[in-house]
């Protein structure tokens, strides 16, 4: 399995939690394990991610689906911000 640690920021950290939640079931269904989200305790608003996944690209093909792109977009998630890196156990 490979772990892809993420950071990135959002309009507002309340609504993009709530709309992440809520689409856990699409994650789990393409083989997305959410092991840590959480944010900055001085930037509300700078999350920090780590998601296990089978393959490398797992989770870029996730985001580039135009439901998910979509879900993306109406959470807050500023996508310019986003590095995410692929990493081994």
Not at 30 to 44: F, Q, W
Not at 45 to 52: A, C, F, G, P, W
Request: proline share 2%.
């Amino acid at each position: 399995m490979v772990k892809i640690v993420g950071s990135f920021e959002v309009n507002d950290w309340v609504h993009w939690k709530k709309t992440f939640d809520a689409h856990s079931e699409a994650r789990e269904k393409a083989n997305i394990k959410s092991i840590y989200v959480g944010n900055e305790l001085e930037n509300n608003n700078k999350v920090h991610i780590v998601m296990e996944t089978p393959e490398v690209d797992t989770m870029q093909k996730f985001m580039q689906e135009p439901l998910n792109q979509e879900l993306i977009k109406q959470s807050g998630h500023k996508q310019e911000t986003t590095i995410m890196v692929a990493c081994s156990d």
